[in-house]
């Protein structure tokens, strides 16, 4: 006698067909906005805060400072 495997509802159902990937990279998905290089002076004890943070979620430090500044000036912005 065979042994039927129990049927899960979230298990797919008749043949199986793959799909070419059809997303782009994660890069892609994203639209960088136009920026401007600066040279600005930040304390020690500020910069080495930015580098470790952005080193635990895995991002550039420079791209961090950038989204505080963004959302700094689009909460004030009139």
Known sequence: MIKR???ES????????QIKDFLPPPH????????V???ISLTKKSLNFF????AK????YQKMIRAVV????????N
């Open 57 to 60: 979620n895995k991002i550039k």
């Open 5 to 7: 495997a129990s049927i």
């Open 51 to 54: 580098k470790r943070e952005a």
């Open 28 to 35: 892609q998905l994203t639209f960088p906005e136009d920026t």
């Open 37 to 39: 290089k600066v040279t």
């Open 70 to 77: 963004d959302r700094y000036a689009k909460a004030y912005e």
């Open 10 to 17: 979230d298990m797919p159902i008749g043949e199986l067909k």
